[in-house]
């Protein structure tokens, strides 16, 4: 490390020669506090398994180089493909399958379409950028109203990102590079019309798919792709601090989404290689 | 001072107890010889980089000040290994730290320390107080209490409200409302049980009268940093209630920490606003201005006083 470009990267790789290679699309910053260590436990059961995955931290984010004011969606998915490069001379494989959770799986979709029939593994996923900005926007609101502010309304915080670069919301800065290079992206578009197994899953306090995710797989089934679906009944604080709790190693939820995704990836890379 | 250009970052795994921990140091530019800043987060953002990557900025925070910068993931979380049980204020993760420290003196020299850590992370830096290679700590929003994190809210109503109190706020009608949405019932049961383990243990309600709601570790600690002279700069929010606590010890068991005969190590510094979580961008700069001040202001070794020769990776 050292230059300004160096992006952070973790590479398991298997003891033998592996039967493929798994990259991990992270969410943004704010929602990693609870979940990065689930993508660490999973890379390290694929790994055991035979399976190399790289987990990276994005230009200007985490432990990289860069300031997050420039994190742009192409960068992100630039990023993504270097770590691809990366993962395929380390592992020597060119089977592959992306992970990509919430923002990041918009990330793992739009850098999935450089690769053919790669398996696409969605967890809690954003299905387009700008729902999922509307989201974190109304956690601002909501920040505001609990500090007595007046808050302001969507369209004035959209503004100020616009006007001031940047809006923060619960001690994250939102850049406007980021904003603007993702509005139009949505994760249908990103996928293309290239056949790929796919894997959604919910990680949400209920049961029954969301209705955003029950027309996402409509939305793939019309276009000929096939997915399967998994709900991890889990509540998960993405953005609010939250200190304390079950261990996050030992809880069933994390439980449940290693067991649901471990083995398809497995399957779905041997698959690959027949 | 520009951060993005003037160090260079080495990641490294070490040996704490039976589990293999992940840190980053990161270095100084060349021809300075000090010691390592080392930064340890709270239980909220408990990974090595921080909420908002303020770990990353503090570390190289000290880099640009002349120091090694270190932050590492504690057992259980990040890309360490072990489970991280309950995180409790009363049993913080010493051994993580004197890890660390341990590695950082046998694999790079590096024999002086300067702690910096909040909440969670402050009770660690104070867990090794009695360490003759800690120099200078900056503890920021540091607990007076003991109790499991994630209680801080419950344990503290246990002890500031009677019971009549306890009562009229359940039969508000938000509360009450709460009571159909299943994660605040959870939340309502933990105000509960804390009020009623509060009754069991004799406090009733109020904090007036004892201090047995302060944490003697966090006393006794505090008591060793004063005999020692070890420098300690504690920073607070106006508006955390950890500030209030402090108020409340340093009228009690730690008021001679600030009369002490020839001059107090200890400086308490109040900042506009809440310190605690970090859940404003303008409390992360703040402290990373503080900090940076706090940095400049520890003795240095001169070269001619036989300082660390520092063994790069």
Same mark, same amino acid.
């Given at each position: 490390?050292?230059?300004?470009?160096?992006?952070?990267?973790?590479?398991?790789?298997?003891?033998?020669?592996?039967?493929?290679?798994?990259?991990?699309?992270?969410?943004?910053?704010?929602?990693?506090?609870?979940?990065?260590?689930?993508? &660490?436990?999973?890379?390290?059961?694929?790994?055991?398994?035979?399976?190399?995955?790289?987990?990276?931290?994005?230009?200007?984010?985490?432990?990289?180089?860069?300031?997050?004011?420039?994190?742009?969606?192409?960068?992100?998915?630039?990023?993504?493909?270097?770590?691809?490069?990366?993962?395929?001379?380390?592992?020597?494989?060119?089977?592959?399958?992306?992970?990509?959770?919430?923002?990041?799986?918009? &990330?793992?979709?739009?850098?999935?379409?450089?690769?053919?029939?790669?398996?696409?593994?969605?967890?809690?996923?954003?299905?387009?950028?700008?729902?999922?900005?509307?989201?974190?926007?109304?956690?601002?609101?909501?920040?505001?109203?609990?500090?007595?502010?007046?808050?302001?309304?969507?369209?004035?915080?959209?503004?100020?990102?616009?006007?001031?670069?940047?809006?923060?919301?619960?001690?994250?800065?939102?850049?406007?590079?980021?904003?603007?290079?993702?509005?139009?992206?949505?994760?249908?578009?990103?996928?293309?019309?290239?056949?790929?197994?796919?894997?959604?899953?919910?990680?949400?306090?209920?049961?029954?798919?969301?209705?955003?995710?029950?027309?996402?797989?409509?939305?793939?089934?019309?276009?000929?792709?096939?997915?399967?679906?998994?709900?991890?009944?889990?509540?998960?604080?993405?953005?609010? &601090?939250?200190?304390?709790?079950?261990?996050?190693?030992?809880?069933?939820?994390?439980?449940?989404?290693?067991?649901?995704?471990?083995?398809?990836?497995?399957?779905?890379?041997?698959?690959?290689?027949? | 001072?520009?951060?993005?250009?003037?160090?260079?970052?080495?990641?490294?795994?070490?040996?704490?107890?039976?589990?293999?921990?992940?840190?980053?140091?990161?270095?100084?530019?060349?021809?300075?010889?000090?010691?390592?800043?080392?930064?340890?987060?709270?239980?909220?953002?408990?990974?090595?980089? !921080?909420?908002?990557?303020?770990?990353?900025?503090?570390?190289?925070? *000290?880099?640009?000040?002349?120091?090694?910068?270190?932050?590492?993931?504690?057992?259980?979380?990040?890309?360490?290994?072990?489970?991280?049980?309950?995180?409790? /204020?009363?049993? #913080?993760?010493?051994?993580?730290?004197?890890?660390?420290?341990?590695?950082?003196?046998?694999?790079?020299?590096?024999?002086?320390?300067?702690?910096?850590?909040?909440?969670?992370?402050?009770?660690?830096?104070?867990?090794?107080?009695?360490?003759?290679?800690?120099?200078?700590?900056?503890?920021?929003?540091? #607990?007076?209490?003991?109790?499991?994190?994630?209680?801080?809210?419950?344990?503290?109503?246990?002890?500031?409200?009677?019971?009549?109190?306890?009562?009229?706020?359940?039969?508000?009608?938000?509360?009450?409302?709460?009571?159909?949405?299943?994660?605040?019932?959870?939340?309502?049961?933990?105000?509960?049980?804390?009020?009623?383990?509060?009754?069991?243990?004799?406090?009733?309600?109020?904090? !007036?009268?004892?201090?047995?709601?302060?944490?003697?570790?966090?006393?006794?600690?505090?008591?060793?940093?004063?005999?020692?002279?070890?420098? /300690?700069?504690?920073?607070?929010?106006?508006?955390?209630?950890?500030?209030?606590?402090?108020?409340?010890?340093?009228?009690?068991?730690?008021?001679?920490?600030?009369?002490?005969?020839?001059?107090?190590?200890?400086?308490?510094?109040?900042?506009?606003?809440? /310190?605690?979580?970090?859940?404003?961008?303008? *409390?992360?700069?703040?402290?990373?201005?503080?900090?940076?001040?706090?940095?400049?202001?520890? #003795?240095?070794?001169?070269?001619?006083?036989?300082?660390?020769?520092?063994?790069? !990776?």
């Amino acid at each position: 490390m050292g230059k300004e470009q160096d992006i952070f990267a973790v590479v398991h790789l298997p003891r033998a020669s592996a039967l493929g290679g798994l990259v991990i699309c992270s969410p943004l910053e704010a929602e990693t506090a609870r979940h990065y260590r689930k993508e &660490v436990m999973l890379a390290r059961r694929l790994a055991a398994a035979g399976v190399a995955v790289i987990r990276f931290h994005y230009r200007g984010h985490g432990n990289s180089r860069g300031h997050p004011h420039e994190t742009s969606f192409q960068g992100m998915v630039d990023d993504t493909l270097r770590a691809i490069a990366h993962l395929r001379s380390r592992a020597r494989t060119q089977s592959l399958a992306l992970l990509g959770t919430r923002f990041g799986a918009l &990330v793992a979709g739009a850098a999935a379409s450089s690769f053919d029939r790669a398996p696409l593994v969605l967890w809690e996923p954003a299905i387009d950028a700008s729902s999922y900005f509307r989201q974190i926007l109304r956690l601002r609101l909501m920040q505001d109203l609990r500090r007595g502010r007046s808050a302001a309304s969507m369209n004035g915080l959209v503004e100020e990102i616009r006007t001031q670069g940047s809006v923060e919301v619960l001690g994250f800065a939102i850049p406007r590079s980021l904003y603007e290079s993702s509005e139009d992206k949505a994760l249908l578009g990103a996928l293309g019309g290239t056949t790929r197994p796919i894997l959604l899953v919910q990680i949400e306090g209920r049961k029954r798919l969301a209705a955003p995710y029950v027309d996402f797989i409509s939305s793939c089934q019309r276009r000929g792709l096939a997915v399967d679906s998994l709900t991890i009944p889990e509540e998960v604080p993405w953005w609010f &601090v939250q200190a304390g709790g079950d261990p996050i190693d030992s809880s069933p939820g994390t439980a449940a989404l290693l067991e649901g995704t471990s083995p398809w990836v497995e399957r779905r890379l041997q698959e690959a290689t027949r | 001072m520009s951060l993005a250009h003037s160090h260079r970052e080495e990641p490294f795994f070490f040996p704490a107890g039976e589990e293999t921990l992940f840190g980053i140091l990161t270095h100084p530019p060349d021809d300075v010889e000090n010691g390592a800043v080392i930064v340890l987060p709270g239980g909220s953002a408990p990974t090595s980089t !921080g909420r908002n990557r303020l770990s990353v900025r503090l570390t190289r925070t *000290a880099a640009a000040h002349g120091w090694h910068g270190v932050r590492f993931d504690f057992h259980g979380v990040g890309e360490s290994t072990g489970v991280a049980e309950r995180l409790r /204020l009363d049993e #913080p993760f010493a051994d993580d730290l004197l890890g660390v420290m341990r590695w950082l003196k046998d694999e790079r020299g590096i024999t002086r320390f300067a702690l910096v850590g909040s909440c969670f992370g402050s009770r660690t830096a104070l867990g090794v107080s009695t360490e003759p290679a800690v120099e200078a700590m900056c503890l920021i929003a540091a #607990p007076v209490r003991d109790f499991e994190m994630g209680h801080r809210i419950s344990t503290r109503l246990a002890l500031e409200l009677t019971m009549p109190q306890y009562v009229r706020r359940a039969l508000q009608p938000k509360v009450l409302r709460g009571l159909l949405n299943a994660r605040k019932r959870r939340s309502y049961a933990r105000v509960m049980k804390a009020k009623w383990r509060a009754l069991r243990k004799g406090r009733g309600g109020g904090r !007036g009268g004892n201090d047995d709601w302060i944490s003697p570790s966090f006393v006794a600690h505090l008591n060793r940093i004063g005999e020692r002279r070890l420098p /300690l700069l504690l920073l607070y929010g106006e508006g955390d209630d950890y500030l209030r606590e402090l108020q409340g010890a340093m009228r009690g068991p730690l008021t001679h920490l600030t009369s002490r005969r020839g001059g107090s190590s200890l400086a308490v510094k109040t900042v506009p606003g809440q /310190l605690h979580g970090f859940t404003h961008i303008e *409390a992360q700069e703040t402290v990373i201005r503080l900090v940076g001040d706090w940095i400049a202001s520890i #003795p240095t070794h001169g070269k001619a006083q036989a300082p660390d020769r520092v063994r790069r !990776g």
